[in-house]
């Protein structure tokens, strides 16, 4: 394979975290890491990004969950998750095992859920960094509140930077006007850098039943349908603001990766291509690599928001 | 362990009552694979329909080849209907946790629903031990495939059929024939009970197994999307309180364990 | 088939316009009709929703226009048309013979260009109504302004709502934070009814080029993709008001229109679905009535907005 | 008249150098199917790849059979390799305008670059003026199929070919032979060019046909959506100023109408 010749340099710099590549699993599709290491060799990873925590267990939402659409799927797991301490105790000292930056996602019902969890990771080791997840829509009582209202998304995101010595990811939501407004409002909060795109609110209904396909009614729409929405607010939030962005959105290839990294990202994220292919994310790392050398690129930092418009 | 192959399609033939038989190669997929463990099959290489589906494995052939029965319901299953010898697709397994091993002195009753059996017509082909197979269905053209009724006369002591409407059988549900069998006691040892089927079935089997004060274990379906324990998506609710995985603690669970949502 | 056995009855009563079925075509995907009628027979349509027209004609954008995406396209024509007057005299003439409603897709880059096309149109006969379209992401000047600011969309459909004497039927932008709050304005202006949605802003870029994939940067997305979207925007806003809604984005079959249907439109407008198939609105109709009458159901009225919540 | 068909695969083979020629069977295709039009054709039943492919009119073997020559680049064109006899394909056409009639004074000159052969090929077997076919690619493996390239040369009076890297034919670019074409002047009747393939390429031929002062007709590409005038998808910036619908009143336009954008 060409590939091999000469190599593209493929590490980044993600607000001070040195990545080994660009190549990140997204939050809630790859487990605690456990579940896909029998497929994939997670020291190829640039990072984990791991289900979402919260300072309690939580149960998550009825099945329904899932339900497939056209090139997506739409989900109300309800974060699911066993709380901050388990995560800590049981799922933290595995993932340390591995040479691969570990990204922890928070979230909570209220500003002192997000605080408490912010405290207790900032006391333990081998965290690279916390996403904090102010997007979620299947949470009626938090997530998304934050996430579409850019008061409260300032506020909750500058009282957790005061919280923590590690770099803080603001997840952004889609479902606004104008995502530079959110990038901003993370930028002046302290954030270090931003993860976007988080799902879009969808809703499917059975017709014979009448009932929503989803016990939750509404649910978040992954995969590759929402991929040209996720590029477009990845190219304008990189306009708007200079900390690093994670890109996600229905990333199934290499090329798009690319896609993401020419509309300023400098690092990509793989979600729901990880439940049609288990080594989704390898298979993104090598297309990236393939591309890179096909077109005489030296380094995926060369790309980073080259999108040349005509 | 579980494994991620490019299975080679041997042969993928109807076999009557909208179902079909398709043999599937893949590299020592046939050692592992225990009675009630699926695979995820893609059956695109495009991106409509996204997810992977999950099937019963209904036999191993070999260490090699397994054997999958499906029922044409949807896009997907006609997708899979289309494939032809020779074709590859993804595949993803042995998944999950089968049905546990049949002890020595238990009788084991396989009860399948519609289109539940092929996880049963594997622990029957596994197990020495003759088991009571009972099969229940709407009506006739919803039952197994003739020559899987067949398969299942050579494995096991006795067969029953039961149908809602009468056209095949005994009218019926199949949870009278479960009763019955259990009434009569006819066999010697312990009575086991090992189900598949709609949830709303297997919710009925497994109260009359508690009343009856014998063990149950129920192979669950829900919608999957990862089948390794990823997403989140197959919650089953538990009594214990909480959601357990249909794709990793699962599909096979002990009935007492499951919170039934009573109908 | 079952369908002729017992036929429901499927006319609906919009905004006071008897439509003789729900099923409409989407603006500017089925041109002003010719294209399609050597496919379709128009007189079996509820209605044509025609391409948009504005007070000058409009050359529209420098190709390429469109992009393939999964499941959907991108679109940035431009609102290329050949202005309101040459669609009196040329197009609108032709659409009459048909016996099926003719709805004016109109926009402007300007306050004062809306109004201008509006009472342009007052004076016409054959038009069944306005479908004022402030939700075109693909034209820099105007649209999407209106559409994503709800006091410049409130001001300009008052405006409108004052110039004809006409129904007119505002055309939402998917866009935005909380469709409820537009959809409210579009009340408090005075509209008739509601037609959503619109396309999503998306991007595509060529890894290879590094070039967009659209001449025009971002451009819509539409197509089978969007449906959760578009779904769930629906069923919100029919919540929020009491104005009928024309549902619309993605759909493909007679269940796909049904889904909009229960979750509260009146209407429903195939688009995308035209162009892979040109007799898609045909289909989408038969479909409609073969699923209500295997479900028993004696109109298509009954249905509407009745998604049973568990 | 366009007609949207369920047309039938009567074969689909490989013809070499990536390209496979495709027999569609629908009800009267063939006997309006006129050279320089093209078909839209629905690779799936499925939702992704989306949209349908435009592919020109190769050939008309009956009047209920058209030929197609398309080579594999991408998702949906793999799909389409994949078919077999037997299968369906939503079909729509013959589409567009197609290239003027040739008249009893003109010699026409059939300019192909790499895959745009396809419509040239169609116009010289219905026309009865032997053409002079001119074939360009980079590369001898991006010309058109042995066979057909034998089919040009029964069907005209002179096939000449030029690669850019000299791998077959004359070493450079098509626009070279077409010069020397012209220069020479050796037919009698008046030249008039018809030309197919990459816009660039079609720029310069039309470039020198104008400096030569004779008639040239280009077939066009541009992405396409619906096939049929409505999406306003597939425009080609013209003199006047505005846009064409290359499905519409193009595919073919003269060469004069158009706005080239210079390299
Ligand atoms: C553990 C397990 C084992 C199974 N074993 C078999 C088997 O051996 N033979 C067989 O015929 N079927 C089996 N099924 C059911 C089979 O997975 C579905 O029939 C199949 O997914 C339908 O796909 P479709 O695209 O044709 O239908 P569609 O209705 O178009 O599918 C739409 C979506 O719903 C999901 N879905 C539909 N029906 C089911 C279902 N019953 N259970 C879970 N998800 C569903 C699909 O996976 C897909 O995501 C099993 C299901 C599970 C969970
Ligand atoms: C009027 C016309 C006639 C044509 N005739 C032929 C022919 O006879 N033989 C042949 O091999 N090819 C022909 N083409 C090109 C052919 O349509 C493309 O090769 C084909 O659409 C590629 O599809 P894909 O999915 O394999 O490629 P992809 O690159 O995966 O397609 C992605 C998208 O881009 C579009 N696209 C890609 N390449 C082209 C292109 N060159 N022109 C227009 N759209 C494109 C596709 O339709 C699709 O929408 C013709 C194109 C046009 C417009
Ligand atoms: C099943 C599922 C669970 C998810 N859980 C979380 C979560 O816990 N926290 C979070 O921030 N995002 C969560 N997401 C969103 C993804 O991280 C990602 O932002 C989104 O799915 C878009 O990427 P994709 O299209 O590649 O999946 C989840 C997505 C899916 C499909
Ligand atoms: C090519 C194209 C052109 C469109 N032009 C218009 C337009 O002129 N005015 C308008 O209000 N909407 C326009 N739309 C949006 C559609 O009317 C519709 O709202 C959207 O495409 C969602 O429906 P669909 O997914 O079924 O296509 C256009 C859409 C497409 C794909
Ligand atoms: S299917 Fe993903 S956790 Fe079970
Ligand atoms: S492809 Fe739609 S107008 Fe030409």
Known sequence: METTVNRPSMWVDFAGIR??????????TFGYGEE????????????????????????????PRIWETPSGMLNAIGLENPGVDVFISEKLPYLRKFDTAVI???????????????????SVEGISAIEVNISCPNVKAGGMVFGTDVDASY?????????????IIAKLSPNVTDIT?????????????????????????DVRSRRPRLANCTGGLSGPAVRPVAVRMVWQAAKAVNIPIIGMGGIVTGEDALEFILAGATAVAVGTANFINPRASIDVLCGMEAILSQTGAGSVRELIGRVNQA | MNKLYRAEILSNKAVGRGYRRMKLKAEGIGKTAAPGQFVMLR?????????????????????????????IVGRGTILLSDAGPGDELFM??????????????????????????????????KTRKRAVVLLGAKSEDCLPPKDVIGGFKKLSSQVRIATEDG??????????????????????????????????????????????????????????????????GCSIHMNMGGYSRACKEGPVFDSREIRWKQP
Do not use: H, W
């Open chain 1, 36 to 63: 896909y290491a029998e497929f994939v060799d997670l020291n190829m990873l640039g990072g984990i990004i791991v289900k979402g925590v919260s300072i309690k267990p939580i149960q998550g939402n009825p099945p």
């Open chain 1, 104 to 122: 922890v996602n928070i979230f909570g019902y209220s500003v002192e859920d997000y605080l408490a969890v912010t405290e207790r990771l900032d």
């Open chain 1, 181 to 205: 407004v959110f990038a901003r409002a993370a930028v002046d909060a302290g954030c270090d850098g931003l993860s976007l795109i988080n799902t879009l609110l969808g809703m499917a209904i």
């Open chain 2, 43 to 71: 059956v695109t290489r495009n991106l409509d329909p996204l997810l992977a589906r999950p099937f019963g494995i209904f036999s191993t052939v070999s260490g090699n080849i397994i054997e999958i029965v499906y029922r």
């Open chain 1, 19 to 28: 990545l080994k590549n660009p190549v990140l699993t997204a939050s809630g």
């Open chain 2, 92 to 125: 993803l397994g042995p998944l999950g946790n089968g049905f546990p091993a049949v002890r020595k002195n238990a009788v084991p009753i396989l009860v399948s629903g519609g289109s539940g059996f092929p996880p049963l017509y594997f622990l029957a082909s």
């Open chain 1, 155 to 167: 506020a909750l995101l500058s009282q957790v930077r005061k919280r923590t010595r590690l770099p």
């Open chain 2, 167 to 232: 056209s095949a059988g005994e009218t019926g549900l199949i949870t009278d024939l479960l009763a019955d069998v259990l009434e009569r006691r006819s066999m010697k040892g312990e009575p086991v009970v090992y189900a598949c089927g709609p949830n709303a079935m297997l919710c009925a089997v497994s109260m009359i197994a508690q009343k009856a004060g014998i063990e149950c274990y129920v192979s669950m379906e829900e919608r999957m999307a990862c089948g390794v324990g990823a997403c989140m």
